[in-house]
């Protein structure tokens, strides 16, 4: 349990956005000894060998082909975004020529008040010229770099109460005294160790530099950034790595970007990379369209995308009949609207390997009165129609920057996802 543990909080202490998320999956990947392809290039794919193919450094699918007469695909998503603050451009907002703070917006549904009163840095990319060509750049600076105050409460006599907080003025970053203009830019450049002149653009986000940890009085629960979804992203990877993989499937590791925002980018789960992906792999190998569709039909795909848990402190927001608790095992989820794919038939398959592997699987529906989120499930199955079940871990916080989860269920996760990567056509879905 420790050593997972640790591991996922290496993992994403060293993903400060969506684009380190997928540069640490492709180095594990490579050091594994899988071949990294080109979408611009042709591929050569060998039976018994893996792959993996990016697009935009935010998203990955990685795939083990076992022989090229294979039966299917059994596939594992999650996401590599999280919630969080983009920088605009020309970003310095002098104030009284004493600060200068950072004009931000915000990138999907977080928690604001999360973000108040913490170290807070900026990660991402740059895009550059060197030498007449584009090229992009990862960007991380590692130092506690700015932070958003709150109003001191005698100046705000109403702050216990609730209030809504405007993005364009409450949530600011303060970043340092009266800078220059084009300041943080210059500051960027030179922490990446290039030319200001030569930076054509970025793509930077705020992230939260406090390290992940183990807490509760047995050490039972983790907390961290961005386990929403980056514990399922590091689970499908282990997951992958460490088993046995199908000797009749195709199995596949898919990490897609723009989940927070509903995906409808080139780069995710609502974009053409998924489909392409499998057509190109099948036909490559012999496969003509129809073998291609008769393939899909006989895959299965995991969603893997953390769930909420019982809250302590606001135990009537749950369902009355389905409760997960943390640490009490995988969580299977279910919505009548259909914004999860679980149903009778796929949540049969991920019991049986719960059952399999002596794992508690518990059950996640929203309340009745109240609306819940989606995620990559349905909206992939709307690409390629594969039998799919929604699955994920129970935490507290989701889309606060600083999330809680339960240690016992991370090894659950890689545990449950290893076993389907080894399902083979033995066990008829």
């Known amino acids: 349990m420790k050593n997972n543990v640790k591991n996922l909080i290496e993992f994403i202490d060293h993903s400060p956005s969506c684009f380190h998320v997928i540069e640490n999956a492709r180095k594990q990947f490579l050091e594994h000894g899988f071949t990294e392809l080109e979408e611009k290039e042709y591929w050569d794919l060998e039976e018994g060998k893996s792959y993996f193919v990016t697009r935009n450094g935010s998203s990955m699918i990685a795939f083990h082909l076992p022989k090229k ?83 001191a409460i005698h100046m705000s006599r109403s702050s216990n109460e609730s209030k809504q907080l405007n993005p364009q003025k409450d949530l600011l970053p303060l970043c340092g005294g009266n800078l220059t203009k084009d300041g943080f830019e210059e500051m960027i450049a030179k922490e990446s160790g290039v030319e200001k002149e030569d930076i054509l653009s970025y793509d930077l986000f705020l992230y939260n530099r406090m390290r992940g940890t183990t807490l509760g009085i047995n050490e039972e629960f983790v907390a961290a950034p961005k386990l929403d ?33 509903g ?53 009537d927001k749950t369902d009355p009949t389905n409760r997960p608790y943390i640490n009490e095992g995988i969580v299977l989820k279910y919505n009548a609207s259909q914004k999860y794919t679980t ?55 989701m889309h606060s920057t600083y999330e809680t989860a339960g240690c016992k269920d991370l090894d659950d996760m890689i545990t449950l996802l290893g076993s389907f990567y080894e399902l083979g056509k033995e066990v008829q879905i």
């Open 69 to 151: 007469d294979f039966q299917g695909f059994h596939i594992v998503a999650s996401h590599s975004d999280s919630p969080t603050y983009r920088i605009k451009e020309q970003p310095e907002m002098s104030v009284e020529k004493h600060y200068t703070k950072l004009n931000i917006e915000r990138y999907g549904g977080m928690i604001p008040e999360t973000w108040f009163d913490r170290p807070l840095s900026v990660a991402g990319r740059i895009i550059i010229e060197e030498n007449g060509q584009i090229k992009d750049q990862l960007v991380n600076i590692d130092r506690d770099l700015m932070i958003i105050p709150n109003l």
């Open 229 to 261: 979804d980056l514990e399922c992203a590091y689970s499908s990877i282990e997951g992958m790595l460490n088993a046995k993989l199908s000797k009749d499937y195709v199995t596949v590791c898919a990490v897609f970007d723009n989940e927070e925002v």
């Open 263 to 315: 995906s409808g980018t080139k780069q995710g789960a609502g974009s053409t990379f998924f489909p392409e992906v499998l057509k190109r792999i099948s036909y490559l190998c012999g496969k003509n369209e129809e073998e291609y569709y008769m393939a899909v039909a006989d895959s299965f795909m995991l969603s893997a995308d953390n769930a909420q848990a019982v809250h302590p402190n606001y135990q």
């Open 343 to 397: 149903d009778a038939n796929s949540a049969a398959l991920v019991k049986y390997l719960c059952k399999k592997e002596k794992i508690k699987c518990q059950v996640f529906f929203n309340r009745s009165d109240m609306l819940g989120g989606s995620t990559l499930g349905n909206i992939l199955t709307g690409q390629v129609s594969i039998k799919a079940a929604d699955i994920g871990l129970p935490q507290l916080s």
